[in-house]
């Protein structure tokens, strides 16, 4: 019998402890990152000038992987990579564009947030210092780009439907 009851009691302590931990990992650890989940996908815009596409998955919890492509043609005009990633409490959003900043990542850290726009800000890049996402609905969104190039304030917009 004490062995039996022996048997139980840790079972029971094992089945305790693996519950608390499962309750204290990783939930709500990286709820920034969880409030883009919006962002996840494809998205697109054709224009007479070419077509820009954005494609989003998860890496894991803490890391969205983003790739950026405008085509004119057959041909990649651009492309970029882009990491959007929590650590700590601080979200950045972290591009790698070809033939840029000596094809080395760029951080911008991220400094306003609502359930539906971020504002992602690197005061010391040349261009742009500013990086906007805004959902407007379910289907579409407007990513800006905007700063101080060539001495002038800049901005660019690209409207981005959901495929």
């Not at 990649?76 to 564009?97: A, D, F, R």
């Not at 609502?114 to 890049?125: A, G, L, Q, V």
């Not at 210092?129 to 660019?156: C, D, H, M, R, W």
Request: hydrophobic share 30%.
């Amino acid at each position: 019998m004490n062995k039996y009851f022996l048997k139980i009691a840790s079972l029971f302590l094992i089945f305790s402890l693996v519950s608390c931990q499962n309750k204290s990992g990783n939930s709500g650890k990286h709820e920034k990152l969880a409030t883009m989940n919006w962002l996840l996908g494809d998205w697109e815009n054709k224009m007479e000038e070419g077509n820009l596409s954005e494609n989003w998955v998860s890496k894991d919890d803490s890391t969205f992987v983003g790739h950026s492509y405008f085509i004119k043609g057959k041909d990649t005009i651009s492309s970029e990579s882009i990491e959007l990633t929590q650590k700590g409490e601080e979200l950045y959003y972290i591009p790698t564009v070809k033939g840029q900043n000596n094809n080395k990542a760029v951080s911008f850290k991220l400094n306003t947030a609502t359930t539906k726009e971020f504002i992602f800000e690197n005061p010391k890049h040349d261009y742009p210092q500013k990086i906007v996402y805004k959902l407007i609905n379910a289907n579409n969104l407007v990513a800006t780009i905007s700063g101080i190039q060539q001495g002038k304030p800049s901005s660019e917009s690209y409207p981005l439907k959901k495929k």
